[in-house]
């Protein structure tokens, strides 16, 4: 199974066959950027357009061969790209992200399966928090538009806390107490992968440099384990 086959990595350029000339870094973020602009998406007051997966230029991004190699080294050779975020931290919009996991997966039908729950409808895209079973077989693939430093709020994950499965907030706040973390730096180019159940959180930059990411999650197939197919966000 690949399920927990790695819990984060962090493939820097030159190190994998990854996105590695700063020329095509900045065509891929003009693509990005056209790619919501035209189509109408607004950016929210935190800086991020969301539901991306359907425009043209995010498609030819996430179905890039480098990074279908990357998602299939973690969820098997079928890997489908199914929702795509784009986060734009910038000294104009500058947040912080609290710790928590990604457990709300986009569905095209509601089912009564009392594993699945918190049930809602954003921007006409239904939602419902996941069974940790089906969190387990996603992978996020995190690409860099922008070098992620220690100054300009960085993703911070806790190892291994993808091991605990879906946990209260109040469990996340104890493993935050108790358990160190980590900092995902990254250049230019540089793609963090992760699982969406690992415990993780960003900062405010204390700069003004801009940090752009691309965040594209990718499973094993568009049918989830218990038959409820996955939407297109």
């Not at 538009?145 to 907030?169: M, Y």
């Not at 160190?180 to 405010?204: F, N, Q, W």
Request: aromatic share 6%; net charge positive; hydrophobic share 40%.
């Amino acid at each position: 199974s690949h399920a927990f086959r790695g819990e984060y990595a962090v493939d820097q350029p030159g190190q994998v066959p990854s996105i590695s000339k700063r020329t095509e870094v900045g065509k891929l973020a003009r693509m990005a950027f056209a790619g919501f602009s035209i189509h109408g998406s607004v950016l929210s007051p935190i800086e991020c357009a969301r539901h991306l997966m359907r425009h043209p230029a995010v498609m030819t991004i996430a179905a890039d061969p480098r990074l279908l190699d990357l998602a299939r080294e973690w969820v098997g050779p079928d890997a489908v790209p199914y929702r795509a975020t784009l986060f734009d931290k910038s000294a104009s919009s500058n947040w912080l992200v609290s710790w928590h996991q990604d457990t709300a997966l986009p569905l095209k039908v509601r089912s009564n399966d009392p594993r699945w729950g918190s049930w809602s409808t954003k921007a006409g895209i239904l939602y419902a928090q996941a069974p940790a079973g089906e969190l387990e077989r996603i992978v996020a693939l995190r690409l860099h538009l922008d070098a992620s430093t220690r100054e300009n709020g960085p993703l911070r994950l806790l190892p291994e806390s993808h091991l605990h499965g879906v946990l209260s907030d109040e469990a996340v706040r104890d493993l935050v107490a108790s358990k160190p973390s980590t900092e995902c730096l990254s250049d230019i180019g540089g793609i963090i992968r992760m699982r969406p159940l690992i415990v993780h959180a960003s900062s405010k930059a204390v700069n003004k440099a801009r940090r752009r990411v691309l965040h594209i999650e990718y499973a094993p197939s568009l049918s989830t384990l218990y038959g409820l197919p996955l939407a297109i966000a």
